[in-house]
């Protein structure tokens, strides 16, 4: 059978410290739950399209709930994504440059990616400090305290650093 450049990517490096095994179980088990928050969003527009156009009695809060769970499914999948190699990357750039640049390249972009989770979480918790002390709710049929919605950026932009913070480290230390 032959693999496909494109779409076939090695699989990621075991982890070999404790650390690593924790970031890597902690982003496995959040992809999971970032699973789980993509099934849900199939069952509730299911529900609720089932109910709008055959019962006529739409989910009351559907879209609501299901912007929550789009939030929930990029936050918790974005580590585990980032950690497989799975994510966005622009492949032309980077096979211009020789393998030296390369590896600096692909430090950098850790870099950025470590930037970019900061400062997403960083945000998110004062996002979420203010939700809470102000007790804000959202204004759809669900009535959802704000901060549980906004937890995943916290949660995620974190993760997300630690796993991009241990893949420069195992460049560095030439694992990778």
Do not use: C
Request: proline share 7%; no cysteine; hydrophobic share 55%.
């Amino acid at each position: 059978m032959r693999t496909d450049p494109e779409i076939d990517t090695p699989p990621a490096p075991p982890p070999r410290g404790r650390v690593e095994r924790l970031a890597a179980l902690l982003a496995q088990g959040f992809g999971l739950l970032s699973v789980a928050s993509v099934v849900a969003m199939l069952v509730v527009t299911s529900v609720n399209v089932v109910g709008r156009y055959f019962l006529g009695a739409p989910l009351r809060g559907a879209e609501e709930l299901t912007g929550f769970l789009v939030i929930a499914a990029v936050m918790f999948g974005a580590a585990e994504a980032h950690r497989r190699g799975e994510h966005i990357a622009i492949d032309v750039v980077e096979g211009a440059f020789p393998p030296a640049l390369r590896r600096v390249m692909t430090v950098v972009g850790h870099l950025a990616v470590i930037v970019f989770a900061v400062a997403m979480a960083w945000t998110g918790w004062e996002t979420v400090a203010f939700s809470r002390s102000f007790g804000i709710y959202s204004p759809g049929y669900t009535g959802t305290p704000m901060w549980i919605v906004q937890l995943p950026l916290v949660i995620g932009g974190a993760l997300l650093a630690l796993v991009a913070a241990l893949k420069i480290a195992a460049i560095l230390t030439r694992r990778a």
